[in-house]
T-cell receptor
């Protein structure tokens, strides 16, 4: 079945460590790609998105993601995490061949950054 | 604050009951989406409305229905509730129909069915 996979369900890092969260999707056609963050008790916020062009996308709060088409991947990275990055991170895809705008989400990765 | 509002914030009800969740989109947004976030299913798209008309349907149960009113607010109706319907229900809105338009999420309504 077509889906979005996030391999790490829980990640624990110390402040200043580097972060990479994996995301793979299984849609064959053109997709739009997103990373959302959900801080404790808050709504989903868009971190960054990729539609086309430069496969390295920079988002808010120092996050970036790289689209690798051949690997169907869109991994999220941050060189140095802070305690305030503790949150749940969701990768999401909009498959463009459906003609609709529904976001298909991965299962999420809970990140805990210890001070 | 995304500009999308949802009420109520929390709802506790019994099995077999019916509830209505309300969403007000950001000012100027014409499209509304509903998503369900549960422990076993994750975040799933339920349904989309655009300017009062149903636009797309996802994994929405027949016991669930939604509508978008002329003032563009939307309601999600859940009936014959089961324990498994306990979840966080998010509403999102976007300015128009099109994959390039960002969806802004509301704070969610946490539904607990006992």
């Amino acid at each position: 079945a077509q889906s979005v996979s996030q391999h790490n369900h829980h990640v624990i890092l110390s402040e200043a460590a580097s972060l990479e969260l994996g995301c793979n999707y299984s849609y064959g056609g053109t997709v739009n790609l997103f990373w959302y963050v959900q801080y404790p008790g808050q709504h989903l916020q868009l971190l960054l998105k990729y539609f086309s062009g430069d496969p390295l996308v920079k988002g808010i709060k120092g996050f970036e993601a790289e689209f690798i088409k051949s690997k169907f991947s869109f991994n999220l990275r941050k060189p140095s995490v802070q305690w305030s990055d503790t949150a749940e991170y969701f990768c999401a895809v909009i498959p463009l061949n459906t003609g609709f705008q529904k976001l298909v989400f991965g299962t999420g990765t809970r990140l805990l950054v210890s001070p | 604050d995304s500009g999308v509002t949802q009420t109520p914030k929390h709802l506790i009800t019994a099995t077999g009951q019916r509830v209505t969740l309300r969403c007000s989109p950001r000012s100027g947004d014409l499209s509304v989406y509903w998503y369900q976030q549960s422990l076993d299913q994750g975040l799933q798209f339920l349904i989309q409305y655009y300017n009062g008309e149903e636009r797309a349907k996802g994994n929405i149960l027949e016991r669930f229905s939604a509508q978008q009113f002329p003032d563009l607010h939307s309601e999600l109706n859940l009936s014959s509730l089961e324990l498994g319907d306990s979840a966080l229900y998010f509403c999102a809105s976007s300015v128009a129909v099109g994959h390039q338009y960002e969806q802004y999420f509301g704070p969610g309504t946490r539904l607990t069915v006992t």
